[in-house]
């Protein structure tokens, strides 16, 4: 489960319960499905460079990496758990401001 959240370029982390469950893989895709973020060409990014999961601090981490990477506007980020559970996320830029709403 995840919560809104609100944060800049430099500085963003979503709010998560983790539930025992841990993290997997990330997509993140433009709203016409096209991969957003660094290395454009597919739509799973990087775990540790682009994104962290912080189960400790129930949240995962948007790394500067990433967010440098994406262009102004909605992007659609989908976490993979190994459980094979798949949790929607909504992550709005517009400059350095970022917004994160789920699902």
């Known amino acids: ?60 981490l948007m790394k500067r990496e990433f967010l440098a990477e994406v262009d102004d506007g909605p992007v659609t980020l989908t976490f993979h758990s190994w459980s094979g559970r798949q949790i929607t996320y909504r992550l709005t830029t517009s400059g350095s401001s970022v917004t994160g709403s789920p699902g």
Do not use: C, H, V
């Open 1 to 60: 489960m995840q919560a809104a959240a609100t944060g800049t370029t430099g500085s963003f982390a979503i709010p998560t319960q983790f539930r025992g469950d841990q993290l997997a893989t990330m997509e993140a895709k433009y709203a016409d499905g096209s991969p957003a973020g660094p290395s454009n060409w597919t739509s799973y990014k990087e775990f540790w460079t682009n994104f962290q999961p912080g189960y400790g601090a129930n949240s995962i």
